[in-house]
């Protein structure tokens, strides 16, 4: 693993080295393109953590590895697909992510709701973010494109090499004046999102507390 301590290291307790004798160590490894989904694996790191868990919190670097750790949560925003530093850890790690229980949450603006959530994975969509289709038979384009199937194949593709707990979509923060002009296009055109804060924080804790058992118990 990386062995630079970053800041996020001295908030959490340090690496991997430092965790609590006999305590479950869980890597919270993050990509952020402004900063909010950030906040978001902070506050999943402050959920999942006990005296029985140890939790280091890591923004994804090329040093990262998953290997000294029990179990991974990775998460990063998704603006045109998931961020390319996320994808690249799970590829990076598929080895040792293979036999450790591993989660994945994308941060978005804006997400279809289907009757039928696709693949075995267990799915949690954030009810903030969820909208009804227009015509359930019949999606239009930004409907496709915000759809839970469309966003997991940018998360996991056709990946049967990681063993997936759980995965979550959950409500990013939408900050016009942070992004460039594709960035800007892309939101606004494309996924047809509204500026704002959609970070549900309550629905972010709950998953937290969802997946736990998996993770300690994968």
Same mark, same amino acid.
């Given at each position: 693993?990386?062995?630079? %301590?970053?800041? +996020?290291?001295?908030?959490?307790?340090?690496?991997?080295?430092?965790?609590?004798?006999?305590?479950?160590?869980?890597?919270?490894?993050?990509?952020?393109?402004?900063?909010?989904?950030?906040?978001?694996?902070?506050?999943?790191?402050?959920?999942?953590?006990?005296? +029985?868990?140890?939790?280091?919190?890591? %923004?994804?670097?090329?040093?990262?590895?998953?290997?000294?750790? +029990?179990?991974?949560?990775?998460?990063?925003?998704?603006?045109?697909?998931?961020?390319?530093?996320?994808?690249?850890?799970?590829?990076?790690?598929?080895?040792?992510?293979?036999?450790?229980?591993?989660?994945?949450?994308?941060?978005?603006?804006?997400?279809? %709701?289907?009757?039928?959530?696709?693949?075995?994975?267990?799915?949690?969509? +954030?009810?903030?973010?969820?909208?009804?289709?227009?015509?359930?038979?019949?999606?239009?384009?930004?409907?496709?494109?915000?759809?839970?199937?469309?966003?997991?194949?940018?998360?996991?593709?056709?990946?049967?090499?990681?063993?997936?707990?759980?995965?979550?979509?959950?409500?990013?923060?939408?900050?016009?004046?942070?992004?460039?002009?594709?960035?800007?296009?892309?939101?606004?055109?494309?996924?047809?999102?509204?500026?704002?804060?959609?970070?549900?924080?309550?629905?972010?804790?709950?998953?937290?507390?969802?997946?736990?058992?998996?993770?300690?118990?994968?």
């Amino acid at each position: 693993m990386d062995e630079t %301590q970053t800041a +996020d290291d001295k908030e959490t307790g340090g690496g991997a080295a430092s965790a609590t004798a006999g305590a479950l160590h869980v890597l919270v490894a993050y990509a952020t393109k402004h900063g909010s989904t950030a906040e978001v694996a902070a506050a999943m790191a402050a959920e999942l953590r006990s005296p +029985d868990v140890e939790v280091t919190i890591r %923004q994804i670097t090329g040093g990262l590895r998953a290997e000294a750790y +029990d179990a991974v949560v990775i998460g990063a925003p998704m603006i045109m697909g998931w961020h390319k530093d996320a994808t690249r850890f799970l590829k990076r790690n598929a080895s040792a992510l293979a036999n450790r229980p591993t989660a994945c949450f994308a941060t978005a603006a804006s997400l279809t %709701q289907m009757l039928d959530q696709p693949g075995a994975v267990p799915l949690f969509c +954030d009810p903030w973010l969820v909208k009804a289709p227009r015509r359930a038979d019949h999606l239009t384009y930004k409907e496709r494109y915000t759809s839970p199937d469309h966003y997991l194949r940018d998360i996991i593709g056709e990946r049967t090499d990681v063993r997936l707990v759980g995965i979550a979509l959950f409500g990013g923060s939408v900050d016009l004046t942070a992004m460039n002009i594709l960035e800007k296009l892309f939101v606004l055109a494309i996924v047809g999102a509204k500026p704002g804060d959609l970070r549900n924080w309550e629905a972010i804790k709950g998953w937290c507390r969802e997946i736990l058992p998996r993770l300690v118990g994968g």
